[in-house]
C-alpha cells in the first residue's frame, strides 16, 4: 500500500523541479545568447522577432496539458522571452565600440601633435561662438595663441533659433578660420549641420563639430563617421548618456574612432542658467567608454560669472578639457553675446581655474 506522500515531501519535489527549471531556462538563456551573438555577427542588429514569438506562444498553448490555463502559460512564456531578449541586447551593449569593453584602455587622440585624452594634460578649446569677420579671428587667435590655446572654435554654419538671426558666414567664414588658426599654429574645430557640406568642412577644418541639435541626425553622424577627421561630439540637450554614447556609436560605425564627447548642459526646469551642466554624465562617459570627454561650460551655464566653478569642477570629474567661448567684444557679437568672454574675461578665467589649465606659451 502506498503512503500518501507528506507536505514536507511534495516541497521537496517542488524544490527539485524548481532546480530543473532553473538548470533548464540558463541552458535556453545560454542558448539565445548564441543566437543573439550569431544575429550581431550577420550585422542584424534587431533581436526582437514577433512573428518567431507569436509562433512559439501559439505551439505552447497547443501542446498546454493543464492544469495552468493558457493565458497563464503565455504570460510565464513571456516573461521568459522578455528576460532573453534583454540579455541579448545587453550583450550588444557591452559589445559597442564605444565601450571601454571593447577597448579597456583610454584612447588618445594626436591631432598634429595635440593630444586629448588619457592621462594628458586637458585640453582648452576657445574662441568665438560665430565667425563673423577677418579682424575678429586674428585677435582672437593672436590672444589665445600667446596663452598656449592649441585649439580654435568659430561657427561658420550656425544653429540658430530663429532663421531671421545670423546663420553665419558659410565657406567664407571656413576659409578665414582655416588661414587664421594656420598662422598661429593652431588646430580649428567648427560645426557642420548639413550631411551637404561635410566635405568642404573637412577640407578646412581640423576637427568637425556636432553640434547639440544634431546629435540625433544619424544621417549627419554616418556622414561624418565617412570623413576622415576627428569629430566633437557634443551631447544633445534632451539625450540620455545612452543616446549620447549610441550618437558616437553611429560615427565609430563608420570607421572614424577619432570621436571627443562634448557635455555642454541639458535642459532642465532651472532657469537661472542656461542650461544645467550634467557633471555625472561626465563621470559616467569617462566610466564607459573609451573616448576622451570634455565639458563646454559657456554653452552649459550661459552666464560668464559660473565658468570657473563649473570648469574646475568638470576637471575634478576627470574631463579631459574645457570648451569655453572668447570674443574680442562679446557685446557687439553677432550670437551668444551674453555669455561669451572678452579677454580680460578669459584671462581672468584662466587665473581662477588655476594650474590644471595653465598651459605655458605655445605648448
Ligand atoms: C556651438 O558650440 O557653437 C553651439 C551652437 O553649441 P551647442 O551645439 O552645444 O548648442
Ligand atoms: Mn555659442
Given at each position: 500500500m502506498t503512503q500518501t506522500p507528506t507536505i514536507e515531501d511534495l516541497r521537496a519535489e517542488v524544490d527539485l523541479i524548481n532546480r530543473e527549471l532553473l538548470t533548464l531556462i540558463s541552458r535556453r538563456a545560454e542558448v539565445v545568447e548564441k543566437i543573439g551573438r550569431a544575429k550581431t555577427a550577420e550585422g542584424?542588429?534587431?533581436?526582437?522577432d514577433p512573428a518567431r514569438e507569436e509562433r512559439q506562444l501559439r505551439e505552447l498553448e497547443q501542446l498546454n496539458?493543464?492544469?495552468?490555463p493558457a493565458a497563464t502559460i503565455k504570460a510565464i512564456f513571456k516573461e521568459i522571452f522578455r528576460a532573453s531578449l534583454a540579455l541579448e541586447e545587453s550583450n550588444d551593449k557591452k559589445a559597442l565600440l564605444v565601450s571601454r569593453q571593447v577597448k579597456a584602455e583610454d584612447t588618445v587622440l594626436d591631432i598634429d601633435g595635440v593630444r586629448i585624452g588619457g592621462q594628458e594634460r586637458p585640453v582648452v578649446i576657445a574662441g568665438p561662438c560665430s565667425i563673423e569677420s577677418p579682424e575678429q579671428m586674428e585677435q582672437t587667435a593672436a590672444f589665445l595663441s600667446a596663452r598656449g590655446v592649441r585649439i580654435l572654435r568659430g561657427g561658420a554654419y550656425k544653429p540658430r533659433?530663429?532663421?531671421?538671426?545670423?546663420q553665419g558666414m558659410g565657406v567664407d567664414g571656413l576659409i578665414l578660420g582655416q588661414r587664421v588658426a594656420r598662422d598661429h599654429g593652431m588646430l580649428f574645430v567648427t560645426e557642420v549641420m548639413d550631411t551637404r557640406d561635410v566635405d568642404v568642412v573637412a577640407e578646412h577644418a581640423d576637427i568637425l563639430q556636432i553640434g547639440a541639435r544634431n546629435m540625433h541626425n544619424f544621417a549627419l553622424l554616418r556622414e561624418v563617421g565617412r570623413a576622415r577627421r576627428p569629430v566633437l561630439l557634443k551631447r544633445g540637450f534632451a539625450a540620455t548618456v545612452e543616446e549620447w554614447l549610441y550618437a558616437a556609436e553611429y560615427v565609430l560605425s563608420e570607421?572614424?574612432?577619432e570621436v571627443i564627447l562634448c557635455e555642454r548642459g541639458i535642459r532642465t526646469f532651472?532657469?537661472?542658467?542656461?542650461?544645467?551642466?550634467?557633471?555625472s554624465a561626465v563621470a559616467l562617459a569617462k566610466q564607459m567608454t573609451h573616448l576622451p570627454v570634455i565639458v563646454d561650460v559657456t554653452h552649459a551655464a550661459g552666464?560668464?560669472?559660473l565658468l570657473v566653478p563649473l570648469a574646475k569642477a568638470a576637471l575634478a570629474v576627470g574631463a579631459d578639457g574645457i570648451h569655453v567661448e572668447v570674443h574680442p567684444s562679446p557685446a557687439t557679437a553677432l550670437s551668444d553675446n551674453e555669455q561669451q568672454l572678452d579677454f580680460a574675461g578669459y584671462d581672468a578665467f584662466l587665473a581662477g581655474v588655476g594650474a590644471a589649465l595653465n598651459v605655458p606659451a605655445g605648448g
Open positions: 542584424r542588429p534587431q533581436h526582437y496539458p493543464g492544469p495552468f533659433t530663429s532663421p531671421y538671426g545670423f570607421g572614424n574612432d532651472e532657469k537661472w542658467t542656461r542650461n544645467t551642466l550634467d557633471l552666464r560668464r560669472d
